[in-house]
């Protein structure tokens, strides 16, 4: 029986989204016998446990070490302290990645993997090279472009690609050039290029078995609005959400539809705002027919969230990659992101290249974009089209297949 271990990074979803879907693909294709084990922690360890829920024994909680929380994501000057002072609950980086690497090993001792597949945690890529087994490295970012506040993280953007490099392989959750969204993080070294797949976007499958249409579905239907998205962690959520309150208080909002998705499992949330100012639920506004102007919503289900996105005209995200692939690539609709990260703008802009988005820093730049997208919709839709055409969306697929191949070839 083979032993297979997954290691998820477990700063913000996209990392565990991925690796679930991998996984699923694995255990679709694999035709052998095999064990896993997953390791992370926080959010991302209590999902596993609620996914697995006879799996106990097989989830790890390991402290991989993580950024301190700010305000609009991490912190850079706490995480800069991190290093040597303790902050926030977490103790100083050095030691954290010590006890970190130390649980890793005595997994890596104890179970003996066959095969790796690390989704951002590096620290199995040095642990796996030592050991001479084989390991997968799932990324989207190996040396992303960084602009002039943030130049001074050059130093970390190396060693981190450098640990990257000790991967058997590395798999590029994306389409090949040139449709890879995520190119501007990239930057490979003609030596790593060797060991690169892009093996396209690790996407859901889609769920043909449609129920019946909730209120949310119905009341949407015939309505132009746009789709807003709050994700992240607690600060970036929240953060995201500032930002978003601040646009919609500008005058040129005052009849621009929208709906915005909260990415919190809180029923509590879900609420119409009618053009009269007045707020409702969401049954009420449907059995009422109120003329809406917001809608927010807790947690869209997979099928609402399908219907939002077959609707709306246009997105406005973050530029995480995933997210961008799914209503770029999956949905064909035009996106306007105000990045977070530099990772996010590199995304945005290469996007913005291809006229497929518009990168948006300031309330009036999100305002202004909307302005353009529907004035020049149908030249948006043209590139769309062509960009969804060579969208590869089997990354989990694509990736299981060479996991199977890896192991084969130990054989």
């Known amino acids: 029986m083979y032993k297979v271990g997954e290691f998820i990074y477990p700063w913000g979803s996209g990392h565990f989204s991925r690796m679930i879907r991998?996984?699923?693909?694995?255990?679709?294709?694999?035709?052998?016998?095999?064990?896993?084990?997953?390791?992370?922690?926080?959010?991302?360890?209590?999902?596993?446990?609620?996914?697995?829920?006879?799996?106990?024994?097989?989830?790890?909680?390991?402290?991989?070490?993580?950024?301190?929380?700010?305000?609009f994501g991490p912190s850079v000057t706490l995480s800069l302290l991190n290093l040597l002072l303790?902050?926030?609950?977490?103790?100083?980086?050095?030691?954290?990645?010590?006890?970190?690497?130390?649980?890793?090993?005595?997994?890596?001792?104890?179970?003996?993997?066959?095969?790796?597949?690390?989704?951002?945690?590096m620290g199995s890529n040095i642990l796996a090279k030592n050991r001479n087994i084989p390991s997968l490295f799932v990324t989207n970012q190996f040396r992303p472009k960084l602009y002039k506040s943030r130049v001074y993280l050059y130093p970390s953007l190396f060693?981190?690609?450098?640990?990257?490099?000790?991967?058997?392989?590395?798999?590029?959750?994306?389409?090949?050039?040139?449709?890879?969204?995520c190119e501007f993080n990239l930057n490979f070294?003609?030596?790593?290029?060797?060991?690169?797949?892009?093996?396209?976007?690790?996407?859901?499958?889609?769920n043909n078995q449609r129920i019946s249409a909730s209120d949310l579905e119905k009341i949407i239907q015939d309505n132009n609005f746009g789709y807003w998205m709050r994700t992240g962690n607690k600060s970036t959520n929240d953060g995201t959400g500032e930002r978003y309150e601040e646009i919609f208080n500008q005058d040129e909002m005052k009849k621009e539809k929208r709906i915005i998705s909260h990415a919190k499992n809180d029923s509590s949330i879900d609420s119409v705002l009618g053009m009269d100012g007045k707020k409702y639920s969401i049954t009420e506004a449907f059995e009422k027919n109120?003329?809406?102007?917001?809608?927010?919503?807790?947690?869209?289900?997979?099928?609402?969230?399908?219907?939002?996105?077959?609707?709306?005209?246009?997105?406005?995200?973050?530029?995480?990659?995933?997210?961008?692939?799914?209503?770029?690539?999956?949905?064909?609709?035009?996106?306007?992101?105000?990045?977070?990260?530099?990772?996010?703008?590199?995304n945005i802009k290469w996007a913005e290249k291809k006229n497929l988005a518009i990168l948006a820093r300031k309330p009036q730049h999100v305002i202004a974009g909307i302005k353009t997208i529907k004035e020049n919709y149908d030249k948006f839709e043209g590139n769309l089209t062509d960009f969804s055409k060579n969208f590869i969306s089997n990354g989990a697929e694509n990736t299981a297949k060479i996991a199977i191949e890896t192991l084969e070839e130990k054989r």
Request: hydrophobic share 35%; no cysteine.
């Open 86 to 121: 303790p902050i926030a609950q977490n103790p100083p980086l050095v030691n954290q990645i010590i006890d970190y690497l130390r649980e890793e090993r005595k997994l890596y001792n104890k179970e003996k993997f066959d095969l790796v597949i690390n989704d951002g945690d």
């Open 290 to 346: 109120i003329d809406w102007l917001q809608i927010d919503v807790g947690f869209l289900s997979e099928q609402e969230k399908d219907e939002v996105l077959n609707l709306s005209q246009y997105a406005v995200v973050n530029g995480s990659h995933t997210v961008m692939g799914e209503i770029l690539g999956g949905k064909s609709k035009p996106v306007i992101g105000i990045p977070i990260y530099d990772e996010h703008t590199n």
């Open 22 to 71: 991998f996984h699923s693909a694995f255990s679709d294709h694999m035709k052998e016998d095999f064990e896993f084990h997953f390791s992370s922690k926080d959010h991302v360890y209590q999902k596993l446990l609620e996914k697995f829920p006879n799996q106990k024994n097989k989830i790890h909680n390991i402290l991989m070490p993580t950024p301190i929380d700010g305000k």
């Open 159 to 181: 060693f981190i690609a450098k640990q990257i490099a000790k991967a058997s392989k590395i798999i590029v959750a994306d389409s090949p050039p040139p449709y890879t969204l």
């Open 189 to 206: 070294t003609k030596e790593v290029e060797k060991k690169v797949s892009y093996v396209g976007h690790f996407t859901g499958k889609k």
